[in-house]
């Protein structure tokens, strides 16, 4: 039931007017930081506020909700986030990754393929992949103007000359379309290779930072690297222990003080679905022979 | 004023605003498309797609600008009282409503600082008609290349060698709409 207390989707129009038309500038240069003027939202910084405002300004009443938490459907902030809409805009909301139309993101992209008819919407704490190198605003600004990004590349050199190879393992940088380096938000960089050429259109939304950013459908997106220290993307070397999914990202979990772990998928749809499809993994596996 | 200045707005601006901007978010997003937006239905000149845009992203801090036989009273009453928007020359504008040849020259409207390439006008040309066909496009938002009937391919192959500065535009004919971003590659067909 839609709480009639607020307008659609929470925002007034007027706030909604002013991120959607920052959100289409995103798209118009794909990978530059549009500032936009961010809301307070009723729920803190960091919980999504920015990806909040960028759905509320994308959703329509027949839309179909996701939300996650790296993967995970059922965490505090994706259960809050998805309520937060059931109550505000009425939209109806879902589980499956395929039956959605958007889906807001907290540093996952789903395992199962995106579509044309979805948009995927990224929270962002820190949008300036640049910030940790240059704290001024105003010099960072600069070196996205001139195309200035050699730091970047000392930082990932320096990663190989500490570690002997690139550390980096998530928030890894990208350049979009041969031009602006972005940050593609702290997903896992095993996610990396599906921003390239997706068929949904993706949004980024940092509320703190006041910033939105966008990759149209089908764009080049290339993870920095070097000739002789190529990008990887990495995950665990395990099996999933539930679903037995050897291509998914996995979370490690402690399970008992004697230091036993297990590997599960950090997609639960994804590893859900594959349970109900009957695939087993090592711990299902041995919970039925017992 | 007339009394038709205070008709034709959004009949419920929340929903309608956001189904509209969909379409012209997708749209813009995939350029070579054509989406419908409806629930618009400002004065002649202006068609409802164009209305539409209007309605869905202008208000009192966006500029906008009337060129050509869109600078009527009436269009001008209409978006005041629905928007607020302030009309204002071609420099100074955010929007630019107005058919081909009225825009022209497009080097009067803004394209940006290297700095701040978002501030950019949007230019919303009313086109006689709008198909898939014509000129080529490609880039992002693009699966290999697209087809659209452009009134002209040289200011748009001039505006993207100025990338990532550089106007971006919509086309409208009737209720429908097209997406032209400035980051869009067009070859002659």
């Keep these: 039931m839609t709480d009639q207390s607020y307008n659609f989707a929470y925002l007034d129009e007027q706030t909604k007017r002013m991120i959607r038309r920052a959100i289409l500038k995103g798209i118009a240069v794909p990978g530059y930081q549009v500032p936009f003027a961010s809301r307070e939202m009723p729920m803190p910084y960091g919980w999504g506020t920015g990806g909040v405002q960028v759905t509320a300004a994308c959703l329509t009443p027949e839309d179909r909700l996701k939300v996650i938490d790296q993967g995970a459907d059922d965490t505090t902030n994706a259960v809050s986030i998805r309520k937060f809409f059931q109550r505000t805009a009425g939209v109806a909301t879902t589980e499956a990754t395929a039956e959605a139309t958007l889906i807001q993101t907290r540093h996952r992209i789903p395992e199962h393929p995106l579509t044309e008819d979805q948009i995927l919407v990224y929270q962002v704490p820190i949008p300036e992949p640049l910030r940790f ?7 960072t600004r600069k070196m996205h103007s001139l195309e200035e990004y050699g730091l970047m590349h000392v930082k990932l050199y320096e990663d190989i000359a500490r570690h002997g190879s690139i550390a980096t393992s998530y928030a890894y940088p990208v350049k979009v379309e041969g031009r602006y380096v972005m940050d593609p938000s702290p997903i896992p ?6 921003l390239g050429d997706c068929p949904a259109l993706q949004l980024f939304g940092a509320g703190r930072e006041q910033r939105i950013y966008a990759l149209p459908p089908h764009t ?17 070397p395990h099996d999933c222990d539930l679903c037995g999914a050897s291509e998914s990202y996995l979370d490690e979990v402690i399970v008992d003080d004697a230091g036993n772990r297990m590997f599960v998928c950090s997609d639960t749809d994804f ?10 993994g090592r711990l299902t596996m041995q919970e039925a022979a017992e | 004023m007339t009394p038709d200045t205070l008709t034709g707005g959004f009949a419920t601006p929340p929903t309608d605003s956001a189904r509209a901007f969909r379409a012209i978010l997708d749209a813009l997003a995939r350029p070579g498309t054509i989406r419908t937006v409806d629930g618009a239905e400002p004065p002649a000149p202006l068609s409802s797609a164009a209305g539409a845009v209007a309605l869905t992203l202008l208000d009192g801090t966006t500029p906008v600008h009337l060129a050509g036989d869109h600078d009527t009273q009436d269009l001008r009453d209409w978006l005041t009282f629905h928007t607020g928007a302030p009309l ?3 420099a100074e504008a955010a929007f630019a409503f107005g058919t081909w040849d ?5 080097d009067r409207f803004a394209i940006g600082t290297p700095e ?4 950019a006008a949007t230019l919303v040309i009313e086109m006689p008609n709008l198909h898939p066909e014509g000129a080529t496009l490609r880039g992002p938002g693009i699966k290999g290349s697209a087809y659209l009937s452009l009134p002209a391919t040289a200011p748009f192959i001039a505006n993207r060698s100025l990338f990532p500065l550089g106007f971006d535009a919509f086309l409208t004919c009737g209720n429908r709409i097209a997406g032209l971003p400035r980051s869009t590659i067009v070859r002659d067909a």
Excluded: I, M
Aim: glycine fraction near 2%.
């Design chain 1, 271 to 280: 590893c859900r679905s594959r349970r109900e499809a009957g695939h087993a």
């Design chain 1, 133 to 139: 190198l240059e704290p001024r605003e105003t010099e």
């Design chain 1, 189 to 194: 960089k095993f996610d990396n290779p599906k």
């Design chain 1, 220 to 236: 080049q997106v290339v993870s920095l690297d070097f000739d002789d220290h190529p990008f990887q993307a990495t995950k665990a």
């Design chain 2, 116 to 119: 701040y390439p978002d501030r």
């Design chain 2, 88 to 90: 204002v020359a071609a």
């Design chain 2, 102 to 106: 009225a825009l022209l020259p497009l």
